[in-house]
């Protein structure tokens, strides 16, 4: 076995994952992150986001060397013109990404190789509230439903508390069951 | 004046909106809407998303000619490879898009021409609570700021009129603000 097969499981180099981990509760103050994107309305319900730099761990990181474009619209029934995801459904890729990857990252650190991970995601929605027709109707998804399909070298047991981790950790996961402050300012100069 | 410079404002068929908008008060049953993903693990902290079929207005939305992908990872100080944003930083340009998308419609309806719609979206995150070092620190942002900038045939009062009803309307903004409920499943075999 190489150093390479030792230390990476699903991908993660775990040796990298601990001294991570280690440093972060030596100087907590390193686990300090800031997210950012920008938004360019491109006319009617296209526009585009723009994501590159953040802060982490004392400092502008600029490892990253190209933007990635993350483009929206909506469907022809909702009078756009498939310019992209729209707005809502570009929800559920966060959360399946960010259970997935908190998901390989706990396995990781567990001792569990998976071979498998899949989910889907369905969102329900009563267009009422967003189109501005009902107060009784919520703006956003009623309910979100997750199955995921999950195989690996662990009892079923030992997955399913890879799967409860995931959740018990997952950023997105928090945001979106618990909500966060938004605020939101204007320029109009 | 030609038809379509009357009734398309900030690229909305404002014809076909206030249309839809009627169609749903007499037929509130065509507001059932669900939005779907399913979601790939393809190693390491890369995943990726599909999206394209979705119900709307009584039956399967089949409209969208091919189907949408996006690509999740971590930068290479969360012990990724860039394979695309990650998933924190996804929930960012849903909110964007959802705000903006809001606001173009809402103008439109209005009778607002628009010429800019920009927006900023920064995210604080203790990382601490997602790398499962603290329980005291949340996984997710502990809070949103957007800073919108907005342009157009309207004084500042009317455009920030749109600005707060977008906010009121947003269905992304009431997720992220408000949450929903998530329920996550598992298969194994």
Redesign the interface.
């Known amino acids: 076995m190489s150093t390479i097969a030792d230390t990476t499981r699903?991908?993660?180099?775990t040796e990298?994952?601990f001294g991570?981990?280690d440093l972060?509760?030596e100087q907590?103050e390193l686990?300090?992150?800031?997210?950012?994107?920008?938004?360019?309305?491109l006319?009617?319900?296209?526009?585009r986001?723009t994501?590159k730099d953040?802060y982490?761990?004392g400092g502008e990181?600029t490892?990253?060397?190209e933007e990635?474009e993350?483009d929206?619209g909506?469907?022809?029934?909702?009078?756009g013109t498939?310019t992209?995801?729209?707005?809502?459904?570009?929800?559920?890729?966060?959360?399946?990404?960010?259970?997935?990857?908190?998901l390989?990252?706990?396995a990781a650190a567990r001792g569990v190789h998976?071979t498998?991970?899949?989910?889907?995601?369905?969102?329900?929605?009563?267009?009422?509230?967003?189109?501005?027709?009902?107060d009784e109707?919520?703006?956003?998804?009623?309910?979100?439903?997750?199955?995921?399909?999950?195989?690996g070298d662990a009892p079923?047991e030992k997955?399913?508390e890879v799967?409860e981790?995931a959740?018990a950790?997952?950023?997105?996961?928090?945001?979106?069951?618990?909500?966060?402050?938004?605020?939101?300012?204007?320029?109009?100069d």
């Open positions: 699903n991908g993660i180099d990298q994952l991570t981990l972060i509760k907590p686990a300090r992150f800031q997210f950012r994107a920008t938004n360019r309305w006319g009617g319900a296209h526009n986001s994501i953040f982490a761990a990181d490892s990253r060397g990635f993350i929206a909506e469907p022809a029934i909702l009078l498939d992209g995801p729209n707005p809502a459904e570009y929800l559920l890729p966060a959360l399946a990404a960010c259970l997935t990857t908190t390989v990252y706990v998976l498998e991970v899949e989910s889907t995601l369905e969102g329900d929605m009563d267009v009422q509230g967003a189109l501005g027709l009902s109707v919520r703006n956003g998804f009623e309910r979100i439903r997750v199955s995921f399909r999950v195989a079923e997955l399913r799967v981790r959740q950790r997952s950023a997105v996961f928090d945001m979106v069951s618990h909500g966060v402050p938004v605020e939101v300012g204007l320029v109009t």
